[in-house]
């Protein structure tokens, strides 16, 4: 073998040796020398927690500089035991920032860690907000809960949703209906999985679900004929196929009464799939002529009725105790045919009692801040209790925040400014802005600033559970 070959041969042998023989631990370290250099560590790994400050400074960012202040004071323990410095972090006379040694290996680096992952993207911040200590209002965490999962499976991260932990009061089949409505919606495999694997009690409510999903993202009427035959023409499914098609063709009928385009159609969040095709509502109708869902399907069609304008025809469907229904749904018919003034009348046209008239100036708040209309929305506020202030906050961004003509810009303090002290609202908006096809994002993400609204400080932090925190945090 040539000379230069065995003496490359050599090195990298050698190189393979050498790095695990470095990676032993050298110490003890006594004298001067080694005081001095504990004493710069310390120092260091305080300036670090002094300096950073929660609220100036992303959480990855402070993450990164507090987990190097806290191997410092692991590194001045383990080879520096009998120096000065040493002996007043383990005595708690030298402290790293406002906190403890023990303290901030324990409980500060964890907590951090979780903020950090919090304030990931907008799906992590929601979930953060969800699982607050304080966050204890179980209806608003189960709102919030839905909005995450349908979040999630709009994403298509169906492996993630599938095992996504649910209350037990709720349970597997909740959560269930709630992936197979978007399954189906997106055409995934595991709406079919979800079905075969269900239990047979559990079916009916399924596949009604599936009925619905399928009618709404397009399927024709001989497909939809063809999947009522396998189910023996379930009047039930007939009428969630009913209420499906209603969904889309408001949209649809409302795009050709303005003469707007049918592409970039949306319901909501959810595209309208194949606007170009049509179902007759009014002869589908007929078909659902016997049994409980007849009312429903009545009802649903009233408010397509409403939805385009169609007033009378509407109220001939419904009984009377049906106002609040017909009203919101005529309100989006005068929103989008800009006749701002007759929709703030409505409460007092369709003389809704009191409780039902909040419940109509609430959607009147969405539809108009969606319309950008400044002066009506702000009139409409005013019409609104103090109990309901919160709810009209949430409506209020809600609307902006599907609004395509006066898009919301995001920037990285918008979310934290919305003046909502409910975690449960403000994650709903940030789910819901995650999924609209007008995102527009300006500057540094929004979602430390939430973080730090909600969960600044670390003071009295209890024990982590998870020991993956632990590890994550460099215990």
């Given at each position: 073998?040539?000379?230069?070959y065995?003496?490359l041969l050599v090195?990298?042998?050698?190189?393979?040796v050498l790095?695990a023989?470095?990676t032993?631990e050298i110490?003890?370290?006594?004298?001067p020398?080694?005081?001095?250099?504990?004493?710069r560590l310390?120092?260091?790994?305080?300036?670090?927690?002094n300096n950073?400050?929660?609220?100036?400074?992303?959480?990855?960012?402070i993450?990164?500089?507090?987990?190097?202040?806290?191997?410092?004071l692991?590194?001045?323990?383990?080879a520096y035991p009998?120096?000065?410095t040493a002996?007043k972090?383990?005595?708690?006379?030298?402290m790293?920032?406002e906190?403890?040694?023990?303290?901030?290996?324990e409980?500060?680096?964890?907590?951090?860690?979780?903020?950090?992952?919090g304030?990931?993207?907008?799906?992590?911040?929601?979930?953060?907000l969800?699982?607050?200590?304080?966050?204890?209002d179980v209806?608003?965490r189960?709102?919030?809960?839905?909005?995450?999962i349908?979040?999630l499976?709009?994403?298509e991260r169906?492996?993630?949703v599938?095992t996504f932990?649910v209350?037990?009061?709720?349970?597997?089949p909740w959560l269930?209906?709630?992936?197979t409505?978007?399954a189906?919606y997106?055409k995934?495999?595991?709406?079919?999985e979800?079905?075969?694997n269900?239990?047979?009690?559990d079916?009916?409510a399924?596949?009604?679900i599936?009925a619905?999903?399928?009618?709404?993202?397009g399927?024709?009427r001989?497909q939809?004929?063809v999947?009522?035959q396998e189910?023996a023409s379930?009047?039930?499914l007939?009428?969630a196929?009913?209420?499906?098609?209603?969904?889309?063709e408001i949209?649809i009928?409302r795009a050709?009464?303005l003469?707007?385009p049918?592409?970039?159609l949306?319901d909501g969040?959810?595209?309208?799939?194949k606007?170009?095709?049509?179902?007759d509502?009014?002869a589908f109708?007929?078909t659902?002529t016997?049994?409980?869902?007849?009312?429903e399907a009545?009802r649903?069609?009233a408010?397509y009725?409403a939805?385009?304008?169609?007033?009378?025809?509407?109220?001939s469907l419904?009984?009377p105790?049906e106002q609040?229904?017909l009203?919101?749904a005529?309100?989006?018919y005068?929103v989008?045919?800009?006749e701002?003034g007759?929709?703030?009348?409505l409460?007092?046209v369709?003389k809704l009692t009191?409780?039902?008239a909040n419940?109509?100036?609430?959607?009147l708040?969405?539809l108009?801040?969606?319309?950008g209309r400044e002066t009506?929305?702000?009139?409409?506020?005013?019409?609104l209790?103090a109990?309901?202030?919160a709810q009209a906050?949430y409506?209020?961004?809600?609307?902006?925040?599907?609004?395509i003509q006066n898009?919301l810009?995001v920037?990285?303090?918008t979310?934290?400014l919305?003046p909502?002290?409910?975690?449960?609202?403000?994650?709903r908006?940030?789910c819901?802005?995650?999924l609209t096809?007008?995102?527009?994002?300006?500057g540094?993400?929004?979602?430390?600033?939430?973080?730090?609204?909600?969960a600044s400080?670390?003071?009295?932090?209890p024990?982590?559970?998870?020991k993956?925190?632990?590890e994550a945090?460099?215990?």
């Amino acid at each position: 073998m040539p000379i230069r070959y065995f003496t490359l041969l050599v090195i990298l042998l050698t190189s393979l040796v050498l790095p695990a023989q470095a990676t032993e631990e050298i110490g003890p370290f006594t004298g001067p020398e080694a005081a001095a250099e504990a004493m710069r560590l310390y120092t260091r790994a305080n300036d670090f927690v002094n300096n950073l400050d929660e609220g100036k400074y992303s959480y990855a960012y402070i993450q990164f500089h507090w987990k190097r202040a806290g191997a410092n004071l692991e590194r001045i323990l383990r080879a520096y035991p009998s120096s000065a410095t040493a002996k007043k972090i383990q005595t708690g006379e030298l402290m790293v920032g406002e906190f403890s040694h023990i303290y901030f290996k324990e409980r500060v680096l964890p907590r951090i860690e979780e903020k950090k992952v919090g304030a990931f993207d907008a799906i992590n911040n929601a979930i953060f907000l969800y699982y607050l200590p304080s966050n204890t209002d179980v209806t608003g965490r189960r709102e919030l809960l839905r909005q995450i999962i349908i979040t999630l499976c709009r994403q298509e991260r169906w492996d993630e949703v599938i095992t996504f932990p649910v209350p037990p009061e709720d349970g597997t089949p909740w959560l269930w209906q709630l992936i197979t409505r978007m399954a189906v919606y997106k055409k995934a495999k595991i709406a079919d999985e979800l079905l075969l694997n269900s239990k047979i009690s559990d079916l009916p409510a399924l596949l009604a679900i599936v009925a619905e999903s399928r009618a709404f993202r397009g399927d024709t009427r001989e497909q939809l004929e063809v999947f009522l035959q396998e189910h023996a023409s379930s009047p039930e499914l007939r009428a969630a196929i009913f209420a499906g098609l209603v969904r889309r063709e408001i949209q649809i009928q409302r795009a050709h009464e303005l003469k707007l385009p049918l592409a970039g159609l949306y319901d909501g969040v959810d595209a309208i799939q194949k606007p170009e095709q049509s179902i007759d509502l009014a002869a589908f109708l007929q078909t659902i002529t016997v049994g409980p869902w007849q009312p429903e399907a009545h009802r649903n069609y009233a408010r397509y009725l409403a939805a385009l304008g169609r007033l009378t025809e509407a109220r001939s469907l419904v009984e009377p105790a049906e106002q609040l229904m017909l009203a919101t749904a005529y309100a989006e018919y005068l929103v989008a045919t800009e006749e701002y003034g007759q929709a703030l009348a409505l409460p007092t046209v369709f003389k809704l009692t009191p409780s039902d008239a909040n419940a109509y100036h609430l959607h009147l708040i969405k539809l108009l801040a969606q319309a950008g209309r400044e002066t009506e929305l702000a009139s409409t506020r005013t019409q609104l209790p103090a109990n309901l202030a919160a709810q009209a906050v949430y409506q209020e961004w809600h609307g902006r925040i599907l609004s395509i003509q006066n898009q919301l810009v995001v920037r990285e303090h918008t979310f934290a400014l919305i003046p909502l002290a409910d975690p449960n609202l403000l994650g709903r908006l940030i789910c819901e802005w995650s999924l609209t096809p007008n995102r527009n994002l300006r500057g540094a993400a929004p979602w430390d600033a939430v973080v730090y609204k909600f969960a600044s400080g670390y003071a009295q932090l209890p024990p982590p559970k998870d020991k993956k925190k632990m590890e994550a945090a460099g215990r």
